[in-house]
């Protein structure tokens, strides 16, 4: 006989158990996602303490913590609420026992215990406030059943119903006498997945999966739904219970819905101005961007439409305008690409700037020559692991070669102590690599050797300096703004015209560039006849250097079919996790926020 249903009165009675801890890492996550990671460190416990599953419900979360920005390195605090439900007194000091032993010293965890608090009694939260409208901004997935011609952030009334009345059934052993369903808006919800190897199930690939970012909820039965959806807020919606899926926080402004959690609707894009048209003027006009030539405007754009200004052409630009620009927040780049570029921010932006430029400089200065040549060589491992996915996405007979010396290197770079063996490692590896890449460039013409700026008279290496060029200025442009100085790195060397932070930053994502090169040399994109030589050196037309920068930016922004994050947030995920492990004097422990070797987005159009 089933029990009877929860009542909305009932909400108040209901309890489970909380504990918070705090963990510090001592090491970053290397090939699982730090969501696998934490699930198998508290699963661990639970089976150890010998709780049944069947009795007991253990859910964990970081509080305020999405899927993008659970991440750590080594030294990195990492605050996590667990909630146990149908645990008895005994079997709490049992699990904590368990818990404790799991941070033994001497078992070298990946983890130290920092901090636990006491046990405490949690029940149903104050429902959000009357107004309007719900918005669920949900931080990690929750999975749907996929429906066949329907996209997979497709969800419907009962849809709706079956997430809550099963998680309400896995954790409290009823369901919910629940009100009518509300009207839902998922137009802003989007796809996420990350795959995994599981043990348990003989090493096959599993997935995480689901969907992301703001649920809208409207409808006369809102009112009746707040007190449950206050509940669900607590402890989670759908109906996994692993891996911290189904939480979400209510957004109630347009600000928190359009914000960095909701990307799909992302109000503000870069904006490249690249052109040879005698007197250009970019000016301001009510609040829009204007550029004019010979007095006539020939675009306008809303500054709140925009991330940042590249200015990679000659043109005259006003003062209002960067005024404006200052204000507002975006940046001001100037230079071609290729070019050491000027990059213009605002006051407090500059401020903030400068205070991380010192702690730059120190953390540098710390690094011994050990630490210097593992950090140059975790780039230089990121930037082979970004040229195997590339071969292996673009795979003909005969590649099995390349992509054995690509892990034979990978491989001599886990053993090298000297930078100079680094740069001759990444070296040889490039050799052959470029070799491939001519191969299959070869309809635009002879790829005999890399060569830059300057140093060459080919189509194919004039084409992929540009591709650089725009990934060079949007890393200078970034590595500014986090407060880092262009020219300390560690991989390259600097000189007066040489920027070696942003070449060596430059490294993991130059096979991206060339996967865009690919692309435009073999859909006819760019032929030989889109060039034109001037003093000796081959340049694109202004027409092809447009849709080339179109394209690029496109790369950027465009989220991934797999529902991972853009490249241009990954990239900034980069420059974050790299001024932090500098804030903190931790460069020699730094690697990147999230394993390069599964290439989110890999399955994108090629």
């Not at 997430?163 to 509300?182: H, I, N, S, V, Y």
């Not at 709140?304 to 620009?325: F, K, N, V, Y």
């Not at 010192?358 to 210097?372: F, G, K, P, T």
Request: net charge positive; proline share 8%; hydrophobic share 40%.
């Amino acid at each position: 006989m089933s029990p009877p249903p929860l009542h909305a009165s009932e909400l108040a009675g209901l309890a489970w158990l909380e504990i918070d801890l705090v963990l510090r890492a001592h090491a970053p996550p290397r090939r699982a996602h730090p969501l696998v990671v934490l699930e198998a460190l508290f699963k661990g416990v639970f089976e150890a303490a010998g709780l049944d599953a069947r009795q007991v419900k253990q859910l964990w979360h970081s509080p305020g913590q999405s899927v993008h920005t659970l991440l750590w390195q080594a030294g990195s605090r990492i605050e996590i609420t667990l909630q146990l439900f149908g645990l008895q007194s005994a079997q709490a000091a049992q699990w904590q026992q368990r818990l404790l032993s799991r941070f033994d010293p001497s078992a070298q965890p990946n983890f130290s215990l920092e901090h636990i608090s006491p046990w405490r009694t949690a029940q149903l939260p104050s429902p959000p406030a009357e107004a309007g409208d719900l918005t669920l901004n949900f931080l990690t997935p929750v999975p749907l059943p996929h429906a066949p011609g329907q996209p997979r952030t497709a969800l419907d009334e009962p849809g709706f119903l079956r997430l809550c009345q099963t998680r309400l059934r896995k954790l409290f052993g009823r369901e919910g006498q629940l009100p009518p369903p509300p009207a839902l808006d998922t137009s802003v919800w989007r796809y996420w997945r990350t795959k995994h190897h599981s043990r348990s199930q003989n090493g096959h690939p599993m997935f995480i999966n689901g969907c992301l970012g703001p649920l809208i909820l409207s409808g006369e039965s809102l009112a009746a739904w707040r007190p449950w959806l206050a509940l669900f807020a607590a402890v989670g919606l759908g109906e996994r219970l692993s891996f911290g899926q189904g939480r979400f926080q209510f957004a109630s402004s347009a600000a928190e819905r359009t914000g960095p959690g909701a990307a799909p609707l992302r109000l503000r894009r870069p904006l490249v101005i690249d052109s040879d048209l005698a007197g250009a003027h970019v000016g301001l006009a009510d609040a829009n961007l204007v550029v004019s030539v010979d007095g006539q405007p020939v675009r306008k754009l809303p500054l709140m439409r925009i991330d940042h200004l590249a200015l990679h052409g000659p043109c005259q630009i006003s003062t209002p305008l960067l005024d404006a620009c200052a204000l507002e927040g975006i940046p001001v780049l100037m230079g071609a690409p290729g070019q050491t570029p000027l990059v213009i921010v605002g006051q407090q932006a500059e401020a903030q700037r400068y205070r991380r430029l010192a702690a730059h400089h120190a953390a540098h200065q710390a690094l011994d020559r050990a630490q210097r040549a593992r950090l140059a060589a975790r780039l230089v491992e990121h930037k082979l692991a970004a040229c195997t996915w590339l071969v292996r996405q673009r795979y003909q007979p005969g590649d099995h070669r390349l992509l054995a010396q690509l892990e034979r290197a990978r491989q001599a770079l886990a053993r090298s102590e000297r930078s100079s063996v680094v740069r001759g490692w990444e070296g040889w590896a490039a050799r052959h690599y470029h070799r491939w890449l001519q191969r299959r460039l070869q309809p635009l013409g002879d790829f005999q050797v890399r060569r830059h700026y300057g140093q060459t008279g080919d189509l194919v290496n004039s084409l992929l300096n540009y591709g650089y060029g725009l990934l060079r200025n949007h890393l200078a442009r970034g590595i500014r703004l986090a407060g880092l100085d262009p020219w300390l790195g560690v991989l390259h060397e600097a000189n007066d015209r040489h920027e070696a932070l942003v070449s060596d930053l430059m490294e993991p994502w130059r096979p991206h560039v060339d996967r865009l090169v690919l692309r435009w040399v073999g859909l006819k994109v760019i032929r030989p006849g889109s060039f034109t030589e001037i003093d000796g050196q081959l340049r694109l037309l202004p027409q092809a250097r447009e849709r080339m920068v179109q394209d690029f930016t496109r790369m950027l922004e465009r989220p991934p079919r797999n529902g991972s994050l853009r490249l241009a947030a990954r990239i900034g995920q980069m420059l974050d996790s790299y001024a932090d492990a500098a804030a903190r004097g931790m460069l020699g422990d730094w690697s990147m926020p999230m394993p390069i070797a599964g290439i989110p987005g890999a399955d994108d159009e090629a």
